[in-house]
């Protein structure tokens, strides 16, 4: 196979797939956190809000929405000019944390982002926390509260789009491919039958009780529904856009961060107590494929995107020839 072939195959997987040191002990549990590996140094700087997080504070008596990309992308090319600017308009304010190698490492080490970027917003203003993931955004936020003890305290919501939480047939191709010259660790996690997968919905076990789950899909999901049966969490609240606009066609997988009614589901559960309900989304979207854009915010985003394959190319290394070995933490029995 020739590399810009492999290349090539590589950026279109990822993209198809897209995509201060804080107490770790609850306050109302003896159990503890895994600890943090990475330097704080180094989660601190991945996690922005686009403000001090002082001014958080004060900002708004609403939760801060912490914003996490799928594969291959930062915060800011997958949010800022869509669902961060329509929430703005909202009151409510925004971070985002950008995930190392762009999400192509092991997943394991990305989820640790999460966790730092989710204590030090709650912390600095002094309310909970609503997460929202889109693709393997929504695996880490999932993977972050059934894994980490202390945090489903310090969140209000948690909302994936297009979350494969059982996993991808995408990523099977990657496998024979990583004996010869090795792969991405995320996409052999992306696996149905991966370790990882397998971990976070073990027996079927529940997500930790505190906050609530709303998971998003589109049956028009070409990566993630591609067999017919959407994803599910234990747990968490399902709804699809079809459950809304039967028959749509739309959105796609990578779509779901433009379709007007996917955010309508996210705002939704953002905006009130419990869970999205798609009682209370307006049907006249339906007809409206495409949420209000900000334009600014995509020409910022716009360099990013641009220079994806190259980025792939050179932040996702090292590639690895297996599976990462779960985590002692994770390790089912």
Not at 12 to 32: G, I
Request: proline share 9%.
């Amino acid at each position: 196979m020739r590399l810009s072939s492999w290349l090539g195959g590589l950026a279109a997987t990822a993209l198809a797939l897209t995509v201060l040191p804080v107490s770790a002990a609850r306050a109302d549990t003896a159990e503890p956190s895994p600890p943090l590996e990475i330097p704080a140094a180094r989660l601190a700087e991945a996690l922005h809000c686009g403000t001090d997080l002082g001014d958080l504070r004060d900002a708004s008596d609403k939760p801060t929405v912490l914003f996490v990309p799928g594969t291959g992308l930062k915060g800011e090319e997958n949010y800022a000019w869509n669902y961060m600017a329509e929430l703005e308009k909202k009151g409510y304010r925004s971070c985002w944390v950008d995930s190392p190698g762009r999400g192509l490492r092991d997943m394991q080490e990305s989820v640790e982002y999460v966790v730092h970027a989710t204590r030090v917003i709650h912390e600095a203003t002094g309310r909970k926390v609503d997460l929202v993931g889109h693709s393997q955004g929504g695996l880490l936020t999932a993977w972050a509260l059934r894994f980490w003890p202390d945090l489903p305290g310090r969140v209000d919501d948690m909302v994936t789009l297009g979350s494969p939480f059982q996993g991808t047939r995408l990523a099977g191709p990657c496998r024979p491919i990583a004996e010869v010259a090795g792969c991405p660790a995320s996409v052999l996690q992306f696996a149905r039958d991966s370790n990882w997968t397998k971990a976070l919905a073990a027996d079927g076990t529940p997500m930790p009780a505190g906050p609530s789950y709303t998971t998003v899909y589109s049956y028009a999901d070409e990566s993630v529904v591609a067999d017919g049966q959407p994803p599910s969490l234990p747990g968490a609240h399902r709804v699809g856009v079809q459950d809304i606009c039967p028959g749509r066609p739309w959105p796609t997988h990578i779509a779901m961060v433009v379709d007007q009614v996917s955010y309508d589901l996210v705002a939704d559960a953002v905006d009130h107590p419990g869970p999205a309900d798609a009682a209370r989304v307006d049907r006249a979207h339906c007809a409206e494929p495409i949420m209000p854009l900000n334009s600014q915010g995509a020409v910022d985003a716009l360099p990013g995107l641009l220079n994806y394959p190259i980025e792939l190319l050179i932040h996702s290394r090292p590639w690895v020839t297996e599976e990462p070995a779960l985590r002692a933490y994770a390790q089912v029995s």
